[in-house]
């Protein structure tokens, strides 16, 4: 986690995270004062980690207030203004954010940091489409090869109907295209919270089990249910 510890921003940030979910499944939009970081009064006296708990906590609430206004919002407008959100915050490796190859973000993990890598900006737009109501039945985190990059990466599929050509919200490309426009992007596998997908070709999708496979994916969802107790 680098030079802030964990106790303080699990203090500090993580219930007030854990507290905005709540707020925001029983849709109950609340009116609190934000926490604007570029109006902390910086003098000799200010703690950096102080000041970078205010800023955890506006984004915390921004996020909020996304998903609030989201909520009454179509589908296109829900993935515009998810995708927009998160594609604000900075690629940072693993590595450098957790001292670990791999290690799959809660969204308030991700929001805290402002900051992850490709699995972060994927799962963190899942979950926040599935808080503004849309169904996760058109939602599937995509691990893709980025034939540009030569390596691997992870994007957010959408699909308006079973069958339909999906839509990628990614974290390199900020626009929002059909998948026969990311021709860069070769799918391997893809899943959410019902089930995993394998491809066969970039058109065909075999279904394969369930996401309980995936153990990064068990890691982060019984992170994120703690985070909700």
């Keep these: 986690m ?38 902390v009064d910086w003098n000799e006296s200010t703690r950096f980690d102080d000041w970078y708990v205010q800023g955890s906590a506006a984004r915390l609430q921004r996020w909020k207030d996304i998903i609030v206004s989201g909520q009454h919002l179509d589908e296109a407008e829900k993935l515009r203004l998810a995708n927009d959100f998160f594609n604000g915050a900075r690629f940072v490796s ?26 972060d900006f994927a799962i963190a737009k899942y979950f926040t489409l599935k808080a503004m109501g849309m169904d996760v039945a058109k939602l599937r985190i995509t691990y893709v090869k980025s034939l540009t990059l030569n390596q691997a990466h992870m994007v957010l599929a959408y699909y ?23 021709a860069d992007l070769r799918p391997v596998y893809s899943f959410n919270a019902e089930a995993l997908w394998l491809s066969r070709t970039r058109n065909e999708q075999i279904k394969t ?15 994120l249910d703690s985070e909700l107790r």
């Excluded at 290690?103 to 805290?112: D, L």
């Excluded at 050509?165 to 990311?182: F, G, H, T």
């Excluded at 089990?209 to 992170?223: C, F, Y």
Aim: negative net charge; charged residues 25%.
């Design 94 to 119: 693993d590595e450098e954010l957790y001292g670990v190859a791999d290690y799959w973000a809660t969204p308030t993990e991700f929001i805290e940091h402002d900051a992850g890598d490709c699995e």
């Design 2 to 39: 680098g030079k802030f510890s964990r106790s303080i921003l699990n203090s500090a940030v993580t219930r007030r995270g854990c507290a905005l979910l709540l707020i925001c499944a029983c849709v109950l939009p609340g009116t609190t004062t934000h926490a604007d970081p570029a109006l």
């Design 160 to 182: 308006p109907t079973p069958d339909a050509e999906p839509l990628i919200l990614d974290n390199l490309n900020l626009l929002i295209k059909p998948a026969s426009e990311r």
């Design 209 to 223: 089990g369930s996401p309980s496979q995936l153990e990064q994916w068990r890691q982060m969802v019984a992170r």
